[in-house]
């Protein structure tokens, strides 16, 4: 188990101008050290696909292949953390074009002390944010306080959602729903919560990526969590809690 | 320890950043006050569904574009 709903059984501390990527979908450069083909599927690798760190080391030594596997493993992920963060397709297109690549242009400053993955989602996430705030620089600063930020409010719309909503819905049905609620919410909250619940970062990593205090951030994923669970009670409700 | 602040412990004893008096405070208080269980159980399902939710394959267009840029910007040694 590894969700951040299960921390307090583990008594732990946390869940645990254009770009490259936008000038490479206009007019893609000749390629000075090209990989063979754009299919890592079909690229033969020359390490064991299930273990990272075997893959990292060998993408340190230049092999492109090993990369390659890395990127296909966490090709979605990624990109779902960048739509997250931005809302917006070619954004988020950007900043994970942009990610995959600084990552194997720093991949010598990556010291294996944290998993291949948390290393990139930092470096996704800071590429998704300076999109956000080049975006929209008048209509917020995610390092800001947000209104309401502070309020104390006592949920009041509480309803049995039944057993588990998961059954109630398919996967492209809960999809929809999950990704319209997350969408309704303030950016603010939202970078919040995707860091800490989504991706698991802890409090103080969210907080440095974020650029706001540990208090701030823990707030925010209260009211964030808070404001889920309202917009969710729309669609699970089942009757009246007595 | 009231509902105010079981709201806004809330988030603390999800996570278990919460030290063990005020915990048990807490879950004292769940015991008599449905209203707070039910709102503990549903944000502790919020925070799984979106946890646990699988993300959806890249559109073919993004990641073309995506395997194109690596081919094309990616130097021979990091």
């Known amino acids: 188990m590894h969700c951040a709903t299960f ?9 645990a101008g254009r770009s490259a990527g936008a000038a490479s979908r206009l007019a893609p450069e000749s390629p000075p050290n090209a990989l063979t083909t754009t299919n890592p599927h079909q690229l033969p690798s020359t390490v064991a696909k299930e273990d990272e760190h075997l893959l990292v080391a060998a993408a340190k030594g230049g092999d492109l292949s090993a990369f390659n596997e890395l ?12 739509m997250n963060i931005t809302r917006n397709r070619e954004d988020a297109e950007d900043a994970m074009q942009d990610a995959f690549l600084k990552s194997y242009s720093h991949l010598k400053d990556f010291a294996g002390d944290s998993r291949f993955y948390t290393w990139l989602v930092r470096i996704a996430a800071n590429e998704a944010l300076m999109r956000l705030r080049k975006r929209r620089p008048n209509q917020f600063s995610l390092d800001e ?26 996967q492209s049905e809960m999809h929809e729903i999950l990704s319209g609620v997350i969408d309704e919410l303030e950016p603010g909250f939202r970078t919040v919560f995707v860091l800490r619940d989504v991706e698991e970062l802890s409090t103080e990593e969210t907080a440095k990526i974020v650029g706001i205090s540990v208090p701030a951030v823990k707030s925010r994923l209260l009211r964030a969590r808070l404001k889920l669970r309202e917009k969710l009670n729309h669609y699970f409700r089942q009757g009246e809690v007595h | 320890m009231n509902c105010e602040s079981v709201t806004r412990e809330m988030s603390n004893y999800i996570d278990g950043d919460m030290d063990a008096v005020l915990r048990l405070e807490l879950e004292v208080h769940l015991q008599c006050c449905r209203h707070c269980t039910v709102v503990l159980n549903q944000v ?14 890249l559109p073919n267009d993004v990641r073309s574009r995506l395997y194109e840029a ?4 990616l130097p021979a040694k990091p």
């Open chain 1, 7 to 15: 921390m307090s059984e583990q008594n732990g501390k946390g869940p």
């Open chain 1, 71 to 82: 990127v296909r493993r966490y090709e979605r992920k990624i990109f779902r953390l960048t």
């Open chain 1, 145 to 170: 306080p947000i209104p309401g930020e502070n309020e104390e409010t006592i949920p009041q719309d509480i309803q049995d959602w039944g057993p588990s909503p998961e059954q109630r819905y398919g």
């Open chain 2, 44 to 57: 502790k399902m919020t925070v799984e569904l979106f946890c646990d939710a699988e993300p959806v394959d």
């Open chain 2, 70 to 73: 690596l081919k094309n910007k």
